[in-house]
Structures are given as structure tokens and as C-alpha cells.
T-cell receptor, first 115, second 112 residues
Framework: GAVVSQHPSRVICKSGTSVKIECRSL??????MFWYRQFPKQSLMLMAT?????????EQGVEKDKFLINHASLTLSTLTVTSAHPEDSSFYIC???????????FGPGTRLTVT | GQNIDQPTEMTATEGAIVQINCTYQ??????LFWYQQHAGEAPTFLSY??LDGLEEKGRFSSFLSRSKGYSYLLLKELQMKDSASYLC?????????????WGLGTSLAVNP
């Protein structure tokens, strides 16, 4: 149980275009999902908390208009990187909450490269 | 403020035991988690502690002392595949807020 999928696993896009990343909880419902970004050899950086049926909560310094989050259902959250630039190239990982203990189960991640 | 400290790097030998420490200072405490992350992959959940004491799960054990703001992850019978980054994370509050505060991770290298 507690499987989270993420799509696509890798994406290369041109500067100025937008990219959508999907995160799905496959065998459980997740009212809360999280989006992280991780640069090489650095730790996880929480970008935002995605809440089903309401607006996402963004961490300080994360641009809401650039990183659009939609939590359309209890099993799906999407992150859209708008007008991507090379500095947005990173490993984006989503997670979903499991049991009442609060652990998070991670998707396999999406490696974004902006050329 | 919030602060979670872990050693940056550790090295150990195959077959040995290694202990990775984590100290935390957070505004609240509702559980501590350990995750393993191999290079280029997403983190995977290893253990959870909310009460003081030792939780054992196979070769891995995790200890918590809430009064000291301290936890450790113990890895026994080390294998080469245990080479990875180990992340300590704390949940500050209960209820619907599942946000975790993350340490920077400890990169463990297991040598033959």
C-alpha cells in the first residue's frame, strides 16, 4: 500500500514554455500532498502544501504564479511550472500523507531540464 | 525557530554497525521520521518514533529521546546497498497538518 506515482519521470523543455507534473496516490486517498524541489547534492526543499479542494500553501520565497498547484481530487495533484527557465531545472518530488502518524510517501520524482 | 542537525557525511565498512544522529529544535513535536534516499531517487520511509525509546525493524533501529531533542538511526550488518543519504524529519503538529521539517541529510558511504 501507500503507492504514489508521478508523471512524467523526465522532461526536457525549452525556456519560456510550461510543464505540468502529475502526482497520484494509487491506493489511498490523500487530502494533503506536498511538492518538493531538490538540487543536486542538496536536501529536500518544500515548495508548497497542496490541499484537496482549497488553495495550496506556498513556502516563503516560492512564487505562486510561477508554480501553479491544483489538487483536483483526493488522488491527484498537479504542479505546473510556468514560463520555465534554465534555473528551474531540478528534481521535483511529490509526496502524499499516509496514516495518522503523518509519514509521507514519495513519488519517484520528475527530473526537469529547461534548455 | 526550527532546526534539525545531522552530520553531513559518514563512512563505514561493510558488515559493521553505524549510528546516525539527529538533534532537533522545533516549536512542537508530534513524531520523528527517518527516510533513506539513494542518489537520483525519491526518499523512502524507514521509521517513525513518537514516544521515547527504541523501535526496531530488521537491520534498522531508531531511537528517540524527546527530553533531549535527540534521535538516532542504527544500521546493523551494513551492506553496500545501504550507501545513501539518510534524512531526519520532524512533524511539529498533529491533526491535518502533515508538514514535516527536514534535516539536510547524512550521506553514508559503505566501503567493502
Amino acid at each position: 500500500g501507500a503507492v504514489v506515482s508521478q508523471h512524467p519521470s523526465r522532461v526536457i523543455c525549452k525556456s519560456g514554455t510550461s510543464v505540468k507534473i502529475e502526482c497520484r496516490s494509487l491506493d489511498f486517498q490523500a487530502t494533503t500532498m506536498f511538492w518538493y524541489r531538490q538540487f543536486p547534492k542538496q536536501s529536500l526543499m518544500l515548495m508548497a502544501t497542496s490541499n484537496e479542494g482549497s488553495k495550496a500553501t506556498y513556502e516563503q520565497g516560492v512564487e505562486k504564479d510561477k508554480f501553479l498547484i491544483n489538487h483536483a481530487s483526493l488522488t491527484l495533484s498537479t504542479l505546473t511550472v510556468t514560463s520555465a527557465h534554465p534555473e528551474d531545472s531540478s528534481f521535483y518530488i511529490c509526496s502524499a500523507g499516509g496514516t495518522g502518524r503523518g509519514e509521507q510517501y514519495f513519488g519517484p520524482g520528475t527530473r526537469l531540464t529547461v534548455t | 525557530g526550527q532546526n534539525i542537525d545531522q552530520p553531513t557525511e559518514m563512512t563505514a565498512t561493510e558488515g559493521a554497525i553505524v549510528q546516525i544522529n539527529c538533534t532537533y529544535q522545533t516549536s512542537g513535536f508530534n513524531g520523528l521520521f527517518w527516510y533513506q534516499q539513494h542518489a537520483g531517487e525519491a526518499p523512502t520511509f524507514l521509521s517513525y518514533n513518537v514516544l521515547d525509546g527504541l523501535e526496531e525493524k530488521g537491520r534498522f533501529s531508531s531511537f528517540l529521546s524527546r527530553s533531549k531533542g535527540y534521535s538516532y538511526l542504527l544500521l546493523k550488518e551494513l551492506q553496500m546497498k545501504d550507501s545513501a543519504s539518510y534524512l531526519c524529519a520532524v512533524r511539529e503538529s498533529a491533526g491535518n497538518n502533515r508538514k514535516l521539517i527536514w534535516g539536510l541529510g547524512t550521506s553514508l558511504a559503505v566501503n567493502p
